[in-house]
Nanobody, 118 residues
Framework: QVQLVESGGGSVQAGGSLKLSCVASGSTYGRNCMAWFRQAPGKEREGVASIDSIDRIIYADSVKGRFTISKDNAKNTLYLQMNVLKPEDTAMYYC????????????WGQGTQVTVSS
């Protein structure tokens, strides 16, 4: 089992920045691919950014150039640096993990709320 705990959410004005963190604990198996997803009220959950075991990174078009995903393996921590935040970035942000050989993300955190005001 893998446990994921997010932190760092909050309320900011448009143009501001936040840095989310996700600490992983438990088994080291099943978390070599990690990602951030988000879900706004009334909308489907969407992928924001992902990073795999050899640090290949994919961003959603909506956040390219503004968000940066990174990880510190020594600290078992995944990060999401979010700059130039927009009101449309308002959502619950979730950290998720899977083994890179699996099809779907399997482990999920409880989420951290990000609210961007105009």
């Amino acid at each position: 089992q893998v446990q994921l705990v997010e932190s760092g959410g909050g309320s900011v004005q448009a143009g501001g920045s936040l840095k989310l963190s996700c600490v992983a604990s438990g088994s080291t198996y099943g978390r070599n691919c990690m990602a951030w997803f988000r879900q706004a009220p009334g909308k489907e959950r969407e992928g924001v950014a992902s990073i795999d075991s050899i640090d290949r990174i994919i961003y959603a078009d909506s956040v390219k150039g503004r968000f940066t995903i990174s990880k510190d393996n020594a600290k078992n921590t995944l990060y999401l640096q979010m700059n130039v935040l927009k009101p449309e970035d308002t959502a619950m942000y979730y950290c998720t993990a899977r083994d890179c050989g699996w099809k779907d993300y399997y482990y999920w955190g409880q989420g951290t709320q990000v609210t961007v005001s105009s």
